[in-house]
Structure formats: structure tokens, C-alpha cells
């Protein structure tokens, strides 16, 4: 065996010797330290796994150490069970990829692979003898092939048009939430006028904003100011919402795509530091921006909870950013333990819930259901309604149920993910990132089974991989 293999086998054997035993004494701070642990020992081998392992591991000490108005009994006992589902998703997505194993190489001749980002080391070593690589660790991130700039601004620009025909259509003559005295009611308007074909228009901004940054970041540098330009005017767009999901949703898998490839203009080994810094940066000045714009919605909105909020927390801006950031990490949570405790008052809807996404068609053919009715009820007097990507699965099939479906679910990621990794396609890199990214956004809910929104980034993502790669377009010859 290789000194790595050693090496993760002492890891784990320390991790289990840490983590028992404090299970054994506080089973939920056991949970926070087991999957800190996931994340310290996988972050080499399967780099965004980690990450969202790390994720579920903050979100559980948010639960345990920030208090706030929302909090109760039923948030901290959950946490060992809602562990027992998220380790069942994270140990299935590690198995997808070794299943997906190394998948085809690419034909195409790879440039002469650069330094690897000094945070993030690959597996494979193998390089050739005498080699200019030789020494050192060879990187895995493949470069990416762009189509030319007249075309992929040509795409962009008709994006962009739908973009706009889908505001059009959303906010027609009334004043775009962004803009509105109370942000949430003017949301919660706009969504009972609203109807799937307009939301769906509407992820046109997401598209937009996610390409445009990817070809910012990680393309050559001609040009790069009209994409950073098209980046603001599509963050703007999506941002009319006063969503701040509507706008990381956007951003966050641009980075995620673009830590996971190389640029295609050689760099020294200190400007890629440089550049993985800037990419860091960009992605924590987002996060902490949605943050802090959402503490101060909830400190101009009205209602109970919102009272509860200023009482506790005042108009100081570092408080509120503070107790914004708890609810977003520990609401969910907070709500599933909720559900938790009275799972035996509702009968399973087989599969119904994880249907959701398909609207008043669903509710014509298979009957109506509204998770966010339960658990919106759950969490009177305030309304949480997200309650984790465990809720769905548990309300459809039960425990067991909810496990295994986890677990299938996380297999199905993680062979995709990996396969979708190995390619040169910036189109294949997005729909990798968007899955990573809504895989990580299970510490909230099972975003993509109670939204349509991929009805619309899919068929996106196609057309972009067919503009970038023309000759898929070619159709056969018709001989009659």
C-alpha cells in the first residue's frame, strides 16, 4: 500500500477514536464532529463531498451554539437522526464516484498542465519521465474549450432577451420587490399572479449570470471586461426578485466551476494562488452580501417573527447579518425536528411529494400536496418553511423510506458528478456545479424536486453545449 493509503487509513482510525466516544457522551456535538471529520479526510481524494460535509457540520453547530427566536427542544434532538440521513447521502455520493471510476479520456490533446492550486492537491501523480511535470503533482482539472467570443456573446445577448421578456411578464407595471417598501409582501404578491411558463423564463437571469462569470474567471482575457459587464446586468435582473437565493444560485456554481478547472492562459504558480483567492473572495463577498441583505429584510418586514427579530437582535448591522446567518443555517433544521416529532400524523404520499415540482399538472392527475402548508403550519407562529432535503423523503416513504431514497439519490450525484467532471465542456462543468450546488443546498430542502427550475436550466445548458460545439448541430443526410 502507498503512504497515502496509510495515511487515510491513520486518519479515520483517529477520526473514530475522537468521535465515539464524544457521541457517546452529547450524540448531537458527536454528529458536528463526525462529519468535520468527512470533510478533513475527504477534502483530497473528493474536494466538494468535503465541502458539503462541512456544510451539515456548521449547520448542525449552528444549531447547538447560536440561539435565536426561532429555536426549540425539537432542532437539537434531531440532530443524531437528520445525521443518520445525511451520512447516508454523503456514503452513497462517494461510492457514485468510484463507480463512475476514470471514465474516457478526452481525445483532445490537453496543453501542458500548469501547477495545481496549492489548496487543493489530486490523486493522480502519474506523470511521464523527464517530463517538465515530473516531480510534481500533475493537476486533474481539465481546461475548458470555449466557442468564440462573437458566438458565446451572441448566445448570451439572446439569453439576455429572454431574460428580459421574462421580467416583462413577472413584473409587468408593478414595482419589482427590490425596489418595494416591504420586499417579502411584495414577493409573496407577485407569486400568487405568477405561473410556471414565467418562472421559467425567469432562470434565463440564472443562466445568464452563471456562463458570463465561468467565461469571466476561467477564459482567455480578450474580452473579459464585456462578460464582466453581461455578469452585472444578469446579477441585476436576478436580483430584482429581492431573492437572495435567486442571485447565489447564479454565482455560487460559477465558482464551483471554475475552482474545478484550469484557465487557459498559462499562470505562475503565485498568480493561480492569486486567482484561487480572488474566486474565494468573490464567493464569500456573495454569501456574506446575501447575509446581510437578508438581516435587513427581515428588520424592515412585519409580524411576529420580525418583532421577535428586532427585539432581540436591535439595528445593528453586524447582530441582525449574525442572526440572519443562524436562521438560514438553523431554520431548516430547527423545522424538521418539527416534523420529526409528528411524522405519525401523516399518511405517506408515496412518492406524491418528491412530484411537487410539476405544479397544478401534478395536483390534476396524482392529487394535491403542499409541504410548505405542513410545514408552515409546524412553525407557527413564524413561518420556516423549508425543512431540510430529509422532509420529502420522510413525508413520501417513512424512515426507512426516506434512507434509502437518500442513499439513491446520493449515488445518482455522485456518478454524475464525476462523470460530468471529466470532460472540457463549460456546458458540462455548469450542470456539474448546479448539481453540486443543489446537493449542498439540502441543509435547506429538496430544492430541485419542489421547483421547476431545471424544466428551464437544462434545455439551457443543452443549447449552450450545442453553441459550443457546432458540430453536434450538423443533422444527417436525408436521401429519399
Not at 490533446?109 to 496549492?118: I, R, V
Amino acid at each position: 500500500m502507498s503512504f497515502r493509503t496509510y495515511l487515510n487509513i491513520g486518519l479515520w482510525v483517529a477520526a473514530v477514536a475522537v468521535v465515539v466516544p464524544v457521541f457517546l457522551i452529547n450524540p448531537a456535538t458527536g454528529v458536528v464532529a463526525a462529519f468535520a471529520a468527512v470533510a478533513v479526510i475527504a477534502v483530497r481524494s473528493a474536494f466538494w463531498l468535503a465541502v458539503c460535509s462541512a456544510a451539515w457540520s456548521l449547520v448542525f453547530l449552528a444549531v447547538l451554539t447560536i440561539p435565536g427566536p426561532y429555536d426549540s427542544p425539537a432542532g437539537r434532538g434531531v440532530i443524531p437522526v437528520l445525521g443518520l440521513f445525511v451520512a447516508c447521502f454523503l456514503a452513497a455520493w462517494y461510492a457514485g464516484r468510484r463507480l463512475a471510476g476514470d471514465g474516457r479520456p478526452d481525445p483532445a490533446a490537453e496543453p501542458e498542465p500548469g501547477p495545481p492550486l496549492w489548496w487543493i492537491r489530486p490523486t493522480d501523480q502519474s506523470v511521464r519521465p523527464g517530463s517538465s511535470a515530473a516531480g510534481r503533482t500533475r493537476s486533474t482539472r481539465p481546461t475548458l474549450r470555449w466557442p468564440s467570443d462573437n458566438r458565446l456573446t451572441a448566445f448570451l445577448l439572446v439569453v439576455l432577451l429572454i431574460a428580459i421578456i421574462g421580467g416583462a411578464l413577472k413584473f409587468g407595471t408593478t414595482l419589482p420587490p427590490l425596489f418595494a417598501e416591504n420586499p417579502d409582501v411584495a414577493r409573496a404578491s407577485l407569486g400568487e399572479k405568477s405561473n410556471i411558463y414565467v418562472g421559467l423564463l425567469a432562470e434565463a437571469w440564472t443562466l445568464g449570470m452563471a456562463i458570463s462569470l465561468l467565461r469571466a474567471l476561467n477564459g482567455k482575457a480578450e474580452a473579459r471586461w464585456r462578460y464582466l459587464l453581461l455578469v452585472v446586468v444578469f446579477t441585476f435582473g436576478a436580483a430584482l426578485g429581492a431573492s437572495k437565493n435567486s442571485v447565489l444560485v447564479g454565482i455560487v456554481p460559477a465558482l464551483v466551476a471554475a475552482l474545478s478547472t484550469r484557465r487557459e492562459t498559462a499562470m505562475s504558480s503565485r498568480n493561480r494562488r492569486i486567482a484561487a483567492l480572488v474566486v474565494i473572495l468573490i464567493g464569500l463577498g456573495a454569501v456574506g452580501g446575501a447575509v446581510y441583505l437578508g438581516g435587513q429584510r427581515t428588520l424592515a418586514g412585519t409580524g411576529t417573527f420580525e418583532d421577535q427579530f428586532r427585539a432581540q437582535y436591535g439595528g445593528n448591522p453586524i447582530y441582525t447579518s449574525v442572526g440572519s446567518l443562524d436562521l438560514s443555517l438553523s431554520s431548516s433544521v430547527e423545522t424538521f425536528g418539527r416534523l420529526w416529532e409528528h411524522r405519525a400524523e401523516h399518511e405517506l404520499a408515496w412518492g406524491r411529494y418528491s412530484l411537487t415540482f410539476t405544479g397544478s399538472v401534478g395536483d390534476r392527475f396524482l392529487g394535491p400536496v403542499d409541504l410548505y402548508k405542513v410545514t408552515g403550519g409546524l412553525s407557527q407562529p413564524f413561518y420556516m418553511n423549508t425543512a431540510t432535503f430529509a422532509a420529502v423523503p420522510l413525508m413520501d416513504y417513512g424512515p426507512v423510506g426516506a434512507a434509502i431514497f437518500l442513499a439513491l439519490t446520493g449515488l445518482c450525484v455522485g456518478f454524475v458528478e464525476r462523470r460530468l467532471g471529466q470532460t472540457r465542456s463549460p456546458a458540462h462543468h455548469l450542470g456539474r456545479a448546479f448539481l453540486i450546488y443543489y446537493a449542498t443546498f439540502g441543509v435547506y430542502e429538496f430544492y430541485p424536486v419542489i421547483q421547476p427550475f431545471w424544466l428551464s436550466l437544462v434545455p439551457g445548458l443543452v443549447a449552450f453545449y450545442l453553441v459550443s460545439n457546432p458540430s453536434r448541430l450538423v443533422m444527417p443526410t436525408w436521401k429519399p
